[in-house]
């Protein structure tokens, strides 16, 4: 029972990685996706990798799904016919949101509907207080009355949310008891039960998600299980969610709205264990794909946590990694607006038509068509799938629709599409370092994704970062972050008190209760019986603010003064100021609870032995087209040092590396990018 | 280079008249009686080094004064000079002295690679760290490739075909290890020399002696390097100096000297007197070794030399075989099973008095400590600074180290294996 | 020798860049600030400006109204306090609308300079909608009242920071006459790290590039905005077009206020003269001619293109007209404080009138185009301290040509969000007992205008006085291409004995504990006749509630 295999479901294709945990030894292969049943392109990707390789299914210890059925259905809004019952006044809360128009100045701009009809909306009589006292009691007649519209609407799932059931549960505890006599066999979803904090909108739309997605997620994981034992593979498969972690299909088939955006998480943890791998604590994690640019921090070994998103305009409110995403990558198109300025993207020319150079019918230059152009991107690549791309085409379309225009030569105008990507990329890492208080001199940039390592160097350079780190595989490299998942179930409740007087016993018995309820539903037992480590976190706040800090609560005796103390540092770092004197508020407990899984080993790095460089070509830098060392990358030995300008080649990416910079590779084979002083 | 080296023990008069001149032979100063393994770290100092030392450090005035005393210390420079020429069997020319082997590293490393923007610098996976960063961190500063050869896992020493594929046009240095101090591999330097000029004639070619300077004899023109380093201290002087035999052209390179000076003038500044005498006692007593173990006894100070090296190489070289065949029925390195030694396991080719070995299950710093406790000075080597690369190419992440010198005894080897035999005996 | 033009590849990246530390800027004012107003609400903007005054970049989170008064706060300051006057560390304050500036008086801006090699290249200006500036009612902007000195403090450009030391004496006389002291600290204190953020960010900029290149950069943007504004105005077809609309009355119990427009659109450039419209009035709806900008500023970006940047340089093509003592160009000390809330929102709407003339395709009917400003002020039982809880209500959307108006929406001049109900109750003596849409309150047609928004409060506390602001009761929000206008603005208020009376739409009033509040917001105006709308369209109206079985017989006839 060795082998881990991650499965990774993306829109065009599906990424599988295996990894025998003795060894460390990597497999890969990639089949096209089935969108109309994602787990038929799962079961023959897996099969095919083990017939391949030679793995008995036996031997496959665990599989590691990153799904996007959930997300899929939200976006398509193909969930299920789900009903919505709210406190009677107060019908229109998913609908009216926050009251504010998604885009300034679009009077055309609607927001998108919400995930219930508003006929699904239905009132009832109830109503609990700020603090937790019962003003109404829960008229059972009208719920009644409701459970007999939605049998005749035939609904698949209700979402329960009463006004402030974040401080007293019991009507929503009361309704699903009422719902599961009236509607048996019908899913019921408690709005305290899925997130517990204040804020009606964000809670009840959190909700309504999860009982729009929950059907169709444990119906896909049902079939999946199934076909999985039908092909002899291991049905019980892991779930990745969007904190990162990983859960069992029955948990994520309950809480699917925690697997909602948890595409992008796979890189991050990948780039946690990059960062721990080579001894480096503050991190920035890019993945570039083909039409979005995913951005995250690593500060101080740990990677940022948010508990406000939201997805498609809906709010999400579930503790994920914070990932920052802008619409830029490969496919970005390059235009120019009305005023005359050169811009690229955020139209994509996503997988079909695609840029012009794969010749499916693109006449819109993109991004690619621009590294081609460029030299950097070679013509013979594997970029799409091992095929010649049409570098006459690109330097045609890119003349027609930019060059000749802007009157500017065919290079001049590629270089340009690549310089404004390059600049909302740079936007993007500014957004989630300068913003915050993070200097960008002090971390490494983590490019991977198809194209990241073609603007990695460039990217470094232009948010002062000081060094860019290329991982061996970048083109799987998320799918390789599946491997490293570890199982994790977070619990967060609002506990408005003031820090100052707070009794620490009580606020550590707190801490437990929710790491108890975290535990179980990780199947550590009651009795936390499985080894696990419980992280603590508190989200404080100055009373009289709304935004919330995240505070780390170190394992021991909870000290007071420390957390004040570490909540003044970050107000500093963020604002440039504090209050010394004013209040501290406690918003949210916060406990992540992660169940020990025996570490997967990172596999070690073994250059192939044959010469590294394998020719030369122009590649258009600092204006002029300048002859360019080609290097293979696996055939590099550890400690080599390459001068720029150079290009690296390896079947999934290529790397460029600028004339005033180097490349070392690492003993793990990771490439590492420094600027030369400028001598 | 080529034919197995000869064993032969010193006599049993001349053992303990070597040891006699060496400070601390028999005994350590604080735990007192020990068998001392640890002389790749650095060998014991003979006693002539210190006197040598202190009398011409003590006279007053610097070089180049009209009076006695200061002609004296000019004197004692240029003899410890025209010594290290000796030693090395090195024509005249550039004698570079420097404080370590590793500050002689980045001096010529940077000569050789300034202005050499596009080139690269050719090392390998068997380099001590000295080279190994110099030539990584010059290749980054000058916008040059590094570009590193791998080591033979099976022997633990550096092939000249490995370093030779890698040189070509625009190769600016290379840098070869002539014996490791891990393995004790040793590197054939004529034949990778002999390679690298067919293939690039305008490559430096930078020999590290530090380790093996103590354990055979140098023929620095004959193998036709440009530039032969080696540590003071690492036979058996004080340690502040290493000294560096130049090639012409390599003199000739642009390097950091006051203006004023020759071209060929290598020293910053004015160099400790006391170091290059202290040099000069070790060159006598090689020469006093080599009459002693060659007969008739060479007419020049070269000769002498030599006959001491040769000599020195025998008596390891029986030292060797004792270590890993074993005598007397102590059994050898190679015969336990838990133990496995990285390099090459015949003793007579191609490898020194140096071997790094591992015992299954057990950490090398316990295995240490054990054996300090039972009377027998060694080091392990862990992935370091110094050693990391070198033991991840040979796929290790520790091993411990013993290391002879020509001063040990077969009693002190019996001494080793009989603390090895205890250790592994089953509990 | 003409100057070496900026590539179009250097402009968009440095009109990005530019942008993008105006947006960081607010997000940290936001960040830092104390009161609801701001950090829930986003009640505030952030402008970067040459010396010059004219504006280079704005955050696009704030208000458009805040963004089109920027350059009347710049020319305020430097005209009282001259940019050689300025040190590094320095801010300027000021909240007077007069001879021009911020709206009203609880905007607050705060201008600073960032200096490069001992010369001032750039002004930071920020204005947060504070939560009280004194005055009769809390909110500081009361009804009743027909002068300025009634409205609260005034404060005219004056140093608050020198060098970067606070005058503690401005500060404690400021705090004095003003009732939430510890927002007032909390949100001065944001716009001075704002002040702080910029001054680091284009510290950072000025590293990268000479004073030379960035100027260069500076005008070329602006060049860029002004040819992207004149090729959107191509778009519309030339020719005059005039459109008038009332407010139900002038805030002082006086007749309907005209507010007309004649728009001229000629090839690549626009101006709006307000001739026509009314004197200036006796109630609190007065404005100056910076709001009116301000308007035309937003209507054209909304209607011709809502990527256009907004900078000096697309305010170049538009000129904008109104008399001294009209309205819209109001003598000092007219009473200023809801002209925010009120008069601008029906500018809009009047513009949007005109512009439907030439660009049928690009409006929308009008809104609820008031936003219902409800103040409540008085001491918390709870707490012991003052409380001051503003809010302003969304309404419907008018409908297009081909689209639905939008339900229960800030619109135009606002786009604040609402405070969450779970929020209120912690915080304040209120309760909010109802929240939701208006049915029957969109304008019929072809395609109905957005629903209107019901919220209901009950007062716990002793005693507070709420000042009320809204309109369009009489003058409904109209329909265009023969669509039906919408329902209008009512306020009831229930005492605790429980009889109910409808408020006028602008009074102050006084609260007693178990007194309940039910505002109903404005629907947004149709399009079209109703007899063209889709019968499955009326029948998903009525299935989803948003319409009545009586309405739906009155205006799509029964038989459907």
Same mark, same amino acid.
């Given at each position: 029972?060795?082998?881990?295999?991650?499965?990774?479901?993306?829109?065009?294709?599906?990424?599988?990685?295996?990894?025998?945990?003795?060894?460390?030894?990597?497999?890969?292969?990639?089949?096209?996706?089935?969108?109309?049943?994602?787990?038929?392109?799962?079961?023959?990707?897996?099969?095919?990798?083990?017939?391949?390789?030679?793995?008995?299914?036996?031997?496959?210890?665990?599989?590691?799904?990153?799904?996007?059925?959930?997300?899929?259905?939200?976006?398509?809004?193909?969930?299920?016919?789900?009903?919505?019952?709210?406190?009677?006044?107060?019908?229109?809360?998913?609908?009216?949101?926050?009251?504010?128009?998604?885009?300034?100045?679009?009077?055309?701009?609607?927001?998108?509907?919400?995930?219930?009809?508003?006929?699904?909306?239905?009132?009832?009589?109830?109503?609990?207080?700020?603090?937790?006292?019962?003003?109404?009691?829960?008229?059972?007649?009208?719920?009644?009355?409701?459970?007999?519209?939605?049998?005749?609407?035939?609904?698949?799932?209700?979402?329960?949310?009463?006004?402030?059931?974040?401080?007293?549960?019991?009507?929503?505890?009361?309704?699903?008891?009422?719902?599961?006599?009236?509607?048996?066999?019908?899913?019921?979803?408690?709005?305290?039960?899925?997130?517990?904090?204040?804020?009606?909108?964000?809670?009840?739309?959190?909700?309504?998600?999860?009982?729009?997605?929950?059907?169709?997620?444990?119906?896909?994981?049902?079939?999946?299980?199934?076909?999985?034992?039908?092909?002899?593979?291991?049905?019980?498969?892991?779930?990745?969610?969007?904190?990162?972690?990983?859960?069992?299909?029955?948990?994520?088939?309950?809480?699917?709205?925690?697997?909602?955006?948890?595409?992008?998480?796979?890189?991050?943890?990948?780039?946690?264990?990059?960062?721990?791998?080579?001894?480096?604590?503050?991190?920035?994690?890019?993945?570039?794909?083909?039409?979005?640019?995913?951005?995250?921090?690593?500060?101080?070994?740990?990677?940022?946590?948010?508990?406000?998103?939201?997805?498609?305009?809906?709010?999400?409110?579930?503790?994920?990694?914070?990932?920052?995403?802008?619409?830029?990558?490969?496919?970005?198109?390059?235009?120019?607006?009305?005023?005359?300025?050169?811009?690229?993207?955020?139209?994509?020319?996503?997988?079909?038509?695609?840029?012009?150079?794969?010749?499916?019918?693109?006449?819109?230059?993109?991004?690619?068509?621009?590294?081609?152009?460029?030299?950097?991107?070679?013509?013979?690549?594997?970029?799409?799938?091992?095929?010649?791309?049409?570098?006459?085409?690109?330097?045609?379309?890119?003349?027609?629709?930019?060059?000749?225009?802007?009157?500017?030569?065919?290079?001049?105008?590629?270089?340009?599409?690549?310089?404004?990507?390059?600049?909302?990329?740079?936007?993007?890492?500014?957004?989630?370092?300068?913003?915050?208080?993070?200097?960008?001199?002090?971390?490494?940039?983590?490019?991977?994704?198809?194209?990241?390592?073609?603007?990695?160097?460039?990217?470094?350079?232009?948010?002062?970062?000081?060094?860019?780190?290329?991982?061996?595989?970048?083109?799987?490299?998320?799918?390789?972050?599946?491997?490293?998942?570890?199982?994790?179930?977070?619990?967060?409740?609002?506990?408005?008190?003031?820090?100052?007087?707070?009794?620490?016993?009580?606020?550590?018995?707190?801490?437990?209760?929710?790491?108890?309820?975290?535990?179980?539903?990780?199947?550590?037992?009651?009795?936390?019986?499985?080894?696990?480590?419980?992280?603590?976190?508190?989200?404080?706040?100055?009373?009289?603010?709304?935004?919330?800090?995240?505070?780390?609560?170190?394992?021991?005796?909870?000290?007071?003064?420390?957390?004040?103390?570490?909540?003044?540092?970050?107000?500093?770092?963020?604002?440039?100021?504090?209050?010394?004197?004013?209040?501290?508020?406690?918003?949210?407990?916060?406990?992540?609870?992660?169940?020990?899984?025996?570490?997967?080993?990172?596999?070690?790095?073994?250059?192939?032995?044959?010469?590294?460089?394998?020719?030369?070509?122009?590649?258009?830098?600092?204006?002029?087209?300048?002859?360019?060392?080609?290097?293979?990358?696996?055939?590099?030995?550890?400690?080599?040092?390459?001068?720029?300008?150079?290009?690296?080649?390896?079947?999934?990416?290529?790397?460029?590396?600028?004339?005033?910079?180097?490349?070392?590779?690492?003993?793990?084979?990771?490439?590492?990018?420094?600027?030369?002083?400028?001598? | 280079?080529?034919?197995?080296?000869?064993?032969?023990?010193?006599?049993?008069?001349?053992?303990?008249?070597?040891?006699?001149?060496?400070?601390?032979?028999?005994?350590?100063?604080?735990?007192?009686?020990? *068998?001392? +393994?640890?002389? &790749?770290? $650095?060998? /014991?100092?003979?006693? =002539? #080094?210190? @006197?040598?030392?202190?009398?011409?450090? %003590?006279?007053?005035?610097?070089?180049?004064?009209?009076?006695?005393?200061?002609?004296?210390?000019?004197?004692?420079?240029?003899?410890?000079?025209?010594?290290?020429?000796?030693?090395?069997?090195?024509?005249?020319?550039?004698?570079?002295?420097?404080?370590?082997?590793?500050?002689?590293?980045?001096?010529?490393?940077?000569?050789?690679?300034?202005?050499?923007?596009?080139?690269?610098?050719?090392?390998?996976?068997?380099?001590?760290?000295?080279?190994?960063?110099?030539?990584?961190?010059?290749?980054?500063?000058?916008?040059?490739?590094?570009?590193? *050869?791998? +080591?033979?896992? &099976?022997? $633990?020493? /550096?092939?000249?075909? =490995? #370093?030779? @594929?890698?040189?070509?046009?625009?190769? %600016?240095?290379?840098?070869?290890?002539?014996?490791?101090?891990?393995?004790?591999?040793?590197?054939?330097?004529?034949?990778?020399?002999?390679?690298?000029?067919?293939?690039?004639?305008?490559?430096?070619?930078?020999?590290?002696?530090?380790?093996?300077?103590?354990?055979?004899?140098?023929?620095?023109?004959?193998?036709?390097?440009?530039?032969?380093?080696?540590?003071?201290?690492?036979?058996?002087?004080?340690?502040?100096?290493?000294?560096?035999?130049?090639?012409?052209?390599?003199?000739?390179?642009?390097?950091?000297?006051?203006?004023?000076?020759? *071209?060929?003038?290598?020293?910053?500044?004015?160099?400790?007197?006391?170091?290059?005498?202290?040099?000069?006692?070790?060159?006598?007593?090689?020469?006093?070794?080599?009459?002693?173990?060659?007969?008739?006894?060479?007419?020049?100070?070269?000769?002498?030399?030599?006959?001491?090296?040769?000599?020195?190489?025998?008596?390891?070289?029986?030292?060797?075989?004792?270590?890993?065949?074993?005598?007397?029925?102590?059994?050898?390195?190679?015969?336990?099973?838990?133990?496995?030694?990285?390099?090459?396991?015949?003793?007579?080719?191609?490898?020194?008095?140096?071997?790094?070995?591992?015992?299954?299950?057990?950490?090398?710093?316990?295995?240490?400590?054990?054996?300090?406790?039972?009377?027998?000075?060694?080091?392990?080597?862990?992935?370091?600074?110094?050693?990391?690369?070198?033991?991840?190419?040979?796929?290790?992440?520790?091993?411990?180290?013993?290391?002879?010198?020509?001063?040990?005894?077969?009693?002190?080897?019996?001494?080793?294996?009989?603390?090895?035999?205890?250790?592994?005996?089953?509990? | 020798?003409?100057?070496?033009?900026?590539?179009?590849?250097?402009?968009?990246?440095?009109?990005?860049?530019?942008?993008?530390?105006?947006?960081?800027?607010?997000?940290?004012?936001?960040?830092?600030?104390?009161?609801?107003?701001?950090?829930?609400?986003?009640?505030?903007?952030?402008?970067?400006?040459?010396?010059?005054?004219?504006?280079?970049?704005?955050?696009?989170?704030?208000?458009?109204?805040?963004?089109?008064?920027?350059?009347?706060?710049?020319?305020?300051?430097?005209?009282?306090?001259?940019?050689?006057?300025?040190?590094?560390?320095?801010?300027?304050?000021?909240?007077?609308?007069?001879?021009?500036?911020?709206?009203?008086?609880?905007?607050?801006?705060?201008?600073?300079?960032?200096?490069?090699?001992?010369?001032?290249?750039?002004?930071?200006?920020?204005?947060?909608?504070?939560?009280?500036?004194?005055?009769?009612?809390?909110?500081?902007?009361?009804?009743?009242?027909?002068?300025?000195?009634?409205?609260?403090?005034?404060?005219?450009?004056?140093?608050?920071?020198?060098?970067?030391?606070?005058?503690?004496?401005?500060?404690?006389?400021?705090?004095?006459?003003?009732?939430?002291?510890?927002?007032?600290?909390?949100?001065?204190?944001?716009?001075?790290?704002?002040?702080?953020?910029?001054?680091?960010?284009?510290?950072?900029?000025?590293?990268?590039?000479?004073?030379?290149?960035?100027?260069?950069?500076?005008?070329?943007?602006?060049?860029?905005?002004?040819?992207?504004?004149?090729?959107?105005?191509?778009?519309?077809?030339?020719?005059?077009?005039?459109?008038?609309?009332?407010?139900?009355?002038?805030?002082?119990?006086?007749?309907?206020?005209?507010?007309?427009?004649?728009?001229?659109?000629?090839?690549?450039?626009?101006?709006?003269?307000?001739?026509?419209?009314?004197?200036?009035?006796?109630?609190?709806?007065?404005?100056?001619?910076?709001?009116?900008?301000?308007?035309?500023?937003?209507?054209?970006?909304?209607?011709?293109?809502?990527?256009?940047?907004?900078?000096?340089?697309?305010?170049?093509?538009?000129?904008?007209?109104?008399?001294?003592?009209?309205?819209?160009?109001?003598?000092?000390?007219?009473?200023?404080?809801?002209?925010?809330?009120?008069?601008?929102?029906?500018?809009?709407?009047?513009?949007?009138?005109?512009?439907?003339?030439?660009?049928?395709?690009?409006?929308?009917?009008?809104?609820?185009?008031?936003?219902?400003?409800?103040?409540?002020?008085?001491?918390?039982?709870?707490?012991?301290?003052?409380?001051?809880?503003?809010?302003?209500?969304?309404?419907?959307?008018?409908?297009?040509?081909?689209?639905?108006?939008?339900?229960?929406?800030?619109?135009?001049?606002?786009?604040?969000?609402?405070?969450?109900?779970?929020?209120?109750?912690?915080?304040?003596?209120?309760?909010?007992?109802?929240?939701?849409?208006?049915?029957?309150?969109?304008?019929?047609?072809?395609?109905?205008?957005?629903?209107?928004?019901?919220?209901?409060?009950?007062?716990?506390?002793?005693?507070?006085?709420?000042?009320?602001?809204?309109?369009?009761?009489?003058?409904?929000?109209?329909?265009?291409?023969?669509?039906?206008?919408?329902?209008?603005?009512?306020?009831?208020?229930?005492?605790?004995?429980?009889?109910?009376?409808?408020?006028?739409?602008?009074?102050?009033?006084?609260?007693?504990?178990?007194?309940?509040?039910?505002?109903?917001?404005?629907?947004?105006?149709?399009?079209?006749?109703?007899?063209?709308?889709?019968?499955?369209?009326?029948?998903?109206?009525?299935?989803?509630?948003?319409?009545?079985?009586?309405?739906?017989?009155?205006?799509?006839?029964?038989?459907?």
């Amino acid at each position: 029972m060795t082998w881990r295999i991650g499965i990774d479901t993306g829109g065009t294709f599906t990424d599988l990685v295996g990894i025998n945990s003795a060894d460390g030894r990597l497999l890969f292969h990639k089949v096209h996706s089935t969108p109309h049943d994602p787990g038929e392109a799962l079961c023959t990707g897996v099969r095919q990798l083990c017939a391949r390789e030679g793995v008995a299914p036996a031997a496959i210890a665990l599989l590691i799904h990153g799904s996007t059925v959930a997300t899929n259905a939200v976006l398509e809004r193909k969930g299920a016919r789900t009903a919505f019952i709210t406190t009677a006044g107060f019908r229109d809360v998913l609908v009216i949101q926050r009251q504010n128009r998604p885009r300034l100045y679009d009077i055309r701009g609607r927001r998108p509907a919400p995930v219930v009809p508003r006929e699904l909306i239905c009132e009832v009589g109830e109503r609990i207080l700020g603090d937790g006292t019962v003003e109404t009691p829960l008229a059972a007649p009208e719920l009644a009355a409701v459970i007999e519209r939605l049998r005749a609407a035939r609904v698949e799932s209700v979402a329960v949310g009463f006004l402030n059931s974040y401080v007293n549960p019991a009507h929503e505890l009361a309704a699903r008891d009422q719902l599961a006599r009236g509607l048996p066999g019908v899913k019921v979803c408690l709005s305290h039960e899925v997130i517990r904090s204040q804020g009606e909108y964000e809670r009840f739309s959190t909700c309504a998600l999860n009982s729009y997605v929950q059907p169709k997620m444990q119906g896909y994981l049902d079939r999946l299980c199934g076909q999985l034992r039908a092909a002899g593979l291991p049905d019980a498969p892991f779930i990745m969610k969007s904190n990162g972690g990983m859960t069992t299909a029955a948990v994520a088939g309950e809480r699917s709205v925690e697997t909602l955006l948890s595409g992008p998480a796979g890189g991050v943890v990948a780039g946690l264990r990059l960062a721990a791998d080579t001894g480096r604590a503050n991190l920035i994690t890019a993945d570039v794909g083909g039409t979005s640019f995913d951005v995250s921090v690593i500060h101080g070994g740990r990677p940022a946590y948010a508990s406000r998103s939201e997805i498609n305009g809906l709010a999400l409110n579930v503790p994920m990694v914070d990932i920052h995403t802008v619409g830029a990558g490969g496919g970005s198109i390059g235009w120019i607006d009305a005023g005359g300025a050169l811009r690229a993207g955020p139209q994509s020319a996503g997988a079909v038509p695609g840029p012009v150079c794969y010749g499916r019918g693109g006449t819109e230059p993109t991004v690619t068509d621009a590294n081609l152009v460029l030299g950097r991107l070679a013509a013979r690549s594997n970029l799409a799938g091992g095929m010649d791309l049409d570098l006459a085409a690109a330097r045609e379309a890119v003349r027609v629709r930019l060059a000749d225009r802007l009157n500017l030569g065919v290079e001049e105008a590629a270089e340009g599409i690549i310089r404004v990507v390059n600049a909302r990329m740079t936007a993007a890492i500014r957004k989630l370092t300068v913003e915050r208080g993070h200097d960008p001199a002090q971390f490494s940039l983590c490019i991977f994704g198809g194209a990241g390592p073609l603007h990695g160097a460039e990217l470094a350079e232009e948010t002062g970062m000081a060094e860019v780190i290329v991982p061996v595989l970048p083109g799987v490299f998320s799918a390789f972050g599946l491997l490293l998942s570890e199982m994790r179930e977070e619990q967060m409740q609002t506990w408005l008190k003031p820090l100052a007087g707070t009794d620490a016993a009580e606020l550590a018995a707190r801490f437990d209760a929710l790491a108890r309820e975290a535990a179980v539903r990780l199947g550590a037992g009651a009795d936390g019986a499985r080894r696990h480590r419980v992280d603590r976190r508190l989200q404080l706040r100055f009373q009289g603010q709304s935004h919330t800090l995240a505070v780390d609560v170190p394992a021991g005796p909870i000290g007071l003064a420390a957390v004040a103390a570490q909540f003044h540092a970050a107000h500093r770092r963020l604002y440039g100021y504090t209050f010394e004197a004013d209040p501290i508020e406690i918003v949210t407990v916060w406990a992540v609870v992660t169940l020990d899984t025996p570490p997967t080993p990172t596999p070690p790095y073994v250059p192939a032995a044959r010469p590294s460089r394998i020719g030369e070509r122009p590649v258009y830098l600092e204006g002029r087209m300048v002859p360019t060392p080609v290097h293979d990358r696996f055939a590099l030995v550890p400690g080599t040092v390459i001068a720029g300008p150079a290009i690296i080649e390896q079947p999934d990416t290529t790397t460029l590396v600028l004339p005033h910079q180097h490349a070392a590779v690492d003993p793990q084979g990771n490439l590492v990018l420094r600027s030369r002083p400028r001598t | 280079m080529s034919d197995p080296a000869p064993e032969k023990l010193f006599s049993p008069a001349l053992q303990p008249a070597v040891r006699e001149r060496f400070l601390h032979a028999d005994g350590d100063p604080f735990t007192g009686p020990r *068998a001392y +393994l640890e002389n &790749a770290g $650095g060998g /014991l100092t003979l006693k =002539a #080094v210190f @006197a040598a030392d202190q009398r011409v450090g %003590a006279l007053p005035d610097n070089a180049g004064r009209d009076n006695p005393a200061s002609r004296e210390v000019g004197r004692a420079i240029q003899a410890g000079r025209a010594d290290v020429a000796t030693f090395l069997g090195a024509p005249a020319g550039t004698i570079l002295s420097e404080q370590s082997t590793t500050a002689c590293a980045f001096r010529l490393l940077e000569a050789a690679a300034l202005g050499r923007r596009g080139g690269n610098l050719v090392c390998s996976q068997l380099d001590h760290a000295s080279f190994y960063d110099a030539a990584g961190i010059l290749a980054a500063r000058h916008g040059l490739e590094r570009r590193v *050869a791998p +080591l033979n896992r &099976a022997t $633990g020493a /550096l092939d000249p075909d =490995a #370093v030779a @594929a890698l040189v070509d046009a625009d190769t %600016a240095a290379v840098t070869v290890i002539h014996a490791s101090n891990i393995t004790g591999g040793r590197t054939d330097l004529a034949a990778v020399a002999a390679r690298v000029r067919a293939r690039a004639p305008q490559a430096m070619i930078i020999a590290d002696g530090a380790q093996h300077a103590q354990h055979g004899l140098v023929d620095a023109a004959g193998c036709g390097v440009d530039a032969y380093v080696f540590s003071a201290y690492k036979i058996f002087s004080k340690p502040g100096f290493a000294f560096a035999c130049l090639s012409e052209r390599l003199a000739a390179r642009p390097h950091a000297q006051l203006a004023g000076k020759a *071209a060929a003038d290598w020293d910053l500044g004015t160099r400790d007197p006391g170091g290059f005498a202290a040099f000069s006692a070790v060159v006598d007593y090689l020469c006093w070794l080599g009459a002693q173990t060659a007969a008739p006894a060479p007419a020049d100070r070269r000769g002498l030399v030599a006959a001491a090296m040769h000599a020195i190489e025998a008596h390891e070289a029986a030292l060797s075989r004792r270590l890993l065949h074993g005598a007397d029925g102590l059994p050898g390195l190679l015969a336990h099973a838990r133990v496995t030694l990285h390099g090459q396991r015949d003793h007579r080719a191609g490898r020194e008095a140096v071997f790094a070995f591992s015992v299954a299950g057990a950490p090398t710093g316990r295995l240490v400590q054990e054996f300090g406790r039972r009377g027998v000075i060694l080091h392990d080597r862990v992935s370091d600074a110094y050693s990391g690369h070198t033991l991840a190419a040979l796929g290790v992440r520790e091993v411990v180290r013993v290391s002879l010198a020509h001063y040990n005894t077969p009693a002190e080897v019996d001494a080793f294996l009989r603390a090895l035999r205890d250790l592994l005996a089953p509990a | 020798m003409s100057e070496p033009t900026v590539s179009p590849i250097r402009l968009e990246i440095m009109r990005n860049r530019w942008r993008g530390i105006a947006e960081e800027v607010c997000a940290a004012m936001i960040r830092a600030s104390y009161s609801p107003n701001i950090r829930d609400r986003f009640d505030c903007s952030t402008a970067l400006a040459l010396p010059s005054g004219e504006i280079i970049a704005q955050a696009e989170i704030g208000t458009p109204l805040h963004l089109g008064n920027m350059p009347g706060v710049i020319n305020s300051v430097l005209a009282r306090i001259p940019l050689r006057d300025f040190a590094e560390g320095d801010a300027v304050i000021t909240n007077l609308p007069y001879p021009e500036g911020p709206g009203h008086l609880p905007d607050v801006s705060m201008v600073s300079a960032v200096f490069h090699e001992g010369r001032p290249v750039l002004l930071v200006v920020t204005t947060s909608h504070h939560v009280d500036m004194g005055g009769y009612a809390p909110g500081s902007m009361p009804f009743g009242v027909t002068e300025i000195y009634q409205e609260g403090l005034q404060i005219p450009p004056v140093k608050l920071f020198a060098r970067g030391v606070m005058d503690q004496g401005l500060y404690d006389l400021i705090q004095q006459n003003v009732r939430t002291q510890r927002e007032l600290r909390g949100d001065l204190m944001a716009q001075w790290a704002a002040a702080c953020t910029a001054t680091a960010r284009v510290h950072e900029l000025y590293r990268t590039a000479t004073p030379a290149e960035i100027a260069r950069d500076l005008h070329a943007i602006l060049d860029h905005a002004e040819a992207s504004m004149r090729a959107g105005l191509r778009r519309l077809r030339p020719g005059t077009y005039e459109f008038e609309d009332f407010l139900d009355d002038d805030g002082a119990g006086g007749d309907p206020v005209r507010i007309r427009v004649k728009l001229t659109v000629a090839d690549g450039r626009l101006e709006a003269d307000f001739a026509g419209t009314s004197p200036q009035v006796a109630g609190p709806l007065n404005a100056r001619i910076t709001a009116a900008r301000a308007c035309v500023y937003y209507a054209v970006k909304a209607v011709v293109d809502p990527d256009l940047p907004s900078c000096a340089g697309a305010q170049r093509p538009i000129t904008v007209r109104a008399e001294e003592g009209t309205l819209l160009q109001a003598r000092f000390p007219a009473a200023i404080g809801n002209a925010n809330i009120l008069t601008d929102q029906r500018v809009v709407d009047v513009l949007f009138g005109a512009l439907y003339q030439c660009a049928p395709d690009r409006v929308c009917a009008a809104c609820s185009s008031e936003m219902n400003l409800t103040n409540i002020g008085g001491v918390n039982p709870a707490t012991g301290d003052y409380f001051n809880f503003v809010e302003t209500y969304g309404g419907g959307i008018g409908a297009c040509h081909d689209l639905d108006g939008e339900d229960g929406i800030q619109n135009h001049l606002t786009n604040t969000q609402n405070t969450p109900v779970e929020v209120v109750e912690r915080n304040y003596p209120l309760r909010v007992t109802r929240y939701g849409l208006v049915p029957d309150s969109g304008g019929a047609g072809r395609h109905r205008g957005g629903c209107g928004l019901v919220r209901e409060f009950l007062f716990l506390g002793e005693r507070a006085i709420m000042t009320l602001s809204s309109d369009r009761r009489r003058f409904t929000p109209w329909g265009l291409d023969g669509g039906g206008p919408a329902r209008g603005a009512h306020t009831y208020l229930t005492g605790a004995d429980g009889r109910e009376r409808e408020l006028p739409t602008k009074t102050v009033v006084t609260l007693a504990r178990g007194d309940r509040i039910r505002i109903e917001t404005p629907g947004g105006g149709g399009w079209g006749p109703a007899a063209e709308r889709p019968a499955a369209a009326v029948a998903s109206d009525l299935r989803n509630g948003y319409i009545s079985p009586a309405f739906a017989a009155a205006h799509y006839g029964a038989a459907r």
